[in-house]
């Protein structure tokens, strides 16, 4: 049973290019969350989705950030016109059911903006 | 903001001693989360104590949790190199979502 698989491991984008983040929740998982980690630094939540929908968007930036998680395919975590300040490490989580209980996480992925 | 704070923010102790590190939070909470993570890599949950529960044992791990005060404890025996890690508590928030704290930065000396 494959765990949480997050692509790219690390993605290498110039500022102003768009940036594509996506999560395979564990079988049998429709609950998807994801947090942004700077160096040194816990974990900041960013959105929580189910299948077709968004539950709590509360974290997400206003602007150029966004989040699906389509009925077929992964949850996609999308950063339009990227700047300096959004490399960092994005972490994607899911559950099985809602309560978040016990979040089981990918390795994440690397975002670096030159 | 965040919800749980762990302390100490570092800790550095020789293989074979106990670690123990603590966390604050602001809020009432159903049940608290420490989970684990290794340099580089995802989160690994640890153990989960709920509000009704004041202690609790895994393998080498105790959890400790004090609702009057708002904080919890983890300690770890016998640590090992291998034990050498990121820890972090984290409690839900609203209804939905899971905060973590700042974390403790665990190295173990051989």
């Known amino acids: 049973n494959a765990g949480v698989m997050q692509n790219p491991r690390h993605l290498v984008r110039r500022r102003g290019q768009e940036a594509r983040l996506r999560c395979s929740p564990m079988?049998?998982?429709?609950?998807v969350y994801w947090y942004r980690q700077l160096p040194e630094e816990g974990l900041k939540f960013m959105v929580y989705l189910q299948k077709e929908n968004i539950i709590d968007e509360s974290g997400m930036p206003k602007e150029r950030f966004s989040a699906e998680f389509p009925k077929e395919g992964p949850s996609i975590l999308r950063i339009q016109q990227v700047v300096r300040g959004d490399s960092a490490a994005y972490f994607c989580?899911?559950?099985?059911?809602?309560?978040?209980?016990?979040?089981?996480f990918g390795s994440g992925t690397q975002l670096s903006v030159l | 903001s965040q919800q749980g704070e762990e302390d100490p923010q570092a800790l550095s102790i020789q293989e074979g001693e106990n670690a123990t590190m603590n966390c604050s939070y602001k809020t009432s909470i159903n049940n608290l989360q420490w989970y684990r993570q290794n340099s580089g890599r995802g989160l690994v949950h640890l153990i989960l104590i709920r509000s009704n529960e004041r202690e609790k044992h895994s393998g080498r791990l105790r959890v400790t949790l004090d609702t009057s005060k708002k904080s919890s404890s983890l300690l770890i025996t016998a640590s090992r190199a291998a034990d050498t890690a990121s820890y972090f508590c984290a409690t839900i928030q609203g209804a939905q979502k899971l905060v973590f704290g700042q974390g403790t930065r665990l190295t173990i000396n051989p």
């Open positions: 079988k049998g998982h429709s609950h």
């Open positions: 989580a899911s559950s099985p059911d809602r309560g978040t209980e016990k979040l089981f």
